[in-house]
């Protein structure tokens, strides 16, 4: 990727650390989540975590997201909501309601980065996407994302700091449960997430 005449060092130096509780909140989003279920005891039930993802799903929708960015900030897998938007009409009418309700609210043409955006380019980041496939998959040029970070410390700090959690995790995701452990380590608790199934 090409990056150039990008804004000041000493700029950039100074919005690192928004952008690190900006990451921080966003990845730590599951485990506030899992907090908040545990509190009301057992396990979460299968329909009760489809419809939290339902629900971000919606809400992306209603800022103006595509399916794809949605699925992104809903951190399921496009083909899950494509799935569930086939088989689930309330759902599908749902999301066209928040559709509408997006393009009636819509930016002016020559204003089209969001916020909601620049969190799908950072989510998709965080998760291996380059600079270029998470500016597509957030509804933006790459022009026109680079333009932005050519003159936005905040948004260097945050891409570089989304890149940093990248580059920490292991390019195959393995379950915990299955990767070897040194001697005496206690098995992790949360190395995957159960939940109750429903009945059929």
């Given at each position: 990727?090409?990056?150039?005449k ?42 009760g ?29 496009e083909?899950?909501?494509q ?55 957030a ?16 948004l ?35 190395g ?9």
């Amino acid at each position: 990727m090409f990056e150039s005449k990008r804004p000041d060092d000493e700029a950039v130096r100074a919005a690192v650390p928004r952008a690190e509780d900006v990451v921080e909140w966003l990845a730590a989003r599951d485990e506030v989540e899992r907090t908040l279920r545990a509190s009301l005891g057992g396990l979460p039930s299968e329909r009760g975590e489809r419809l939290a993802r339902m629900a971000d799903v919606l809400q992306a929708t209603a800022q103006g997201l595509g399916p794809r960015a949605a699925a992104v900030w809903a951190g399921v897998p496009e083909h899950l909501v494509q799935q569930w938007l086939t088989s689930d009409r309330k759902f599908a009418d749902a999301v066209r309601a928040a559709s509408t309700l997006a393009a009636t609210n819509a930016q002016a043409p020559d204003e089209p980065k969001t916020p909601a955006q620049i969190r799908v380019v950072v989510l998709a980041l965080c998760r291996g996407a380059t600079f270029e496939e998470a500016a597509q998959t957030a509804g933006l040029r790459t022009h026109q994302l680079r333009q932005l970070w050519r003159t936005s410390p905040i948004l260097v700090a945050l891409v570089e700091t989304a890149r940093r959690v990248r580059a920490r995790k292991p390019k195959t995701y393995v379950p915990s449960t299955y990767r070897p452990r040194r001697p005496g380590r206690a098995t992790p608790a949360n190395g995957y997430r159960l939940v109750q199934r429903d009945d059929p």
